[in-house]
């Protein structure tokens, strides 16, 4: 069974920077991607970045480019999303969630299977 979890949210200034941290298990099979999701309150799940883990390759969207970094451990089974140069806008519920599958670009919502329970996120001064 498929088991995402994430953790690294928290309380920032705006400025700062947080790492977040998505545990994978329960995978099967040679192609799999990995996608951050953001919701804030009373709006709908938008995605941020997504990761294929077989070869890296990496998608963002344009809110986040040259902020944000997605990364992948595989030996710990681990997607990674750094977060600089954090605004009030980036505020949100933080999602992982995942796909067997490659993507060519970043995947909407509906295309990802498994996802995890989220991490709070909150840019503030």
């Known amino acids: 069974q498929v088991q995402l979890v994430e953790s690294g949210g928290g309380l920032v200034q705006p400025g700062g920077s947080l790492r977040l941290s998505c545990i994978a298990s329960?995978?099967?099979?040679?192609?799999?991607?990995v996608g951050w999701f953001r919701q804030a309150p009373g709006k709908e799940r938008k995605g941020v970045a997504c990761?294929?883990?077989?070869?890296?390759?990496?998608y963002y969207a344009d809110s986040v480019k040259g902020r944000f970094t997605i990364s992948r451990d595989n030996g710990k089974a681990t997607v990674y999303l750094q977060m600089n140069s954090l605004k009030p806008e980036d505020t949100g519920v933080y999602y992982c969630?995942?796909?067997?599958?490659?993507?060519?670009?970043?995947?909407?919502?509906?295309?990802?299977?498994?996802w995890g329970q989220g991490t709070q996120v909150t840019v503030s001064s």
């Open positions: 990761i294929d883990i077989s070869d890296n390759e990496s």
């Open positions: 969630a995942a796909v067997n599958d490659i993507p060519f670009d970043l995947l909407p919502a509906s295309m990802y299977d498994y």
């Open positions: 329960g995978f099967t099979g040679d192609y799999y991607t």
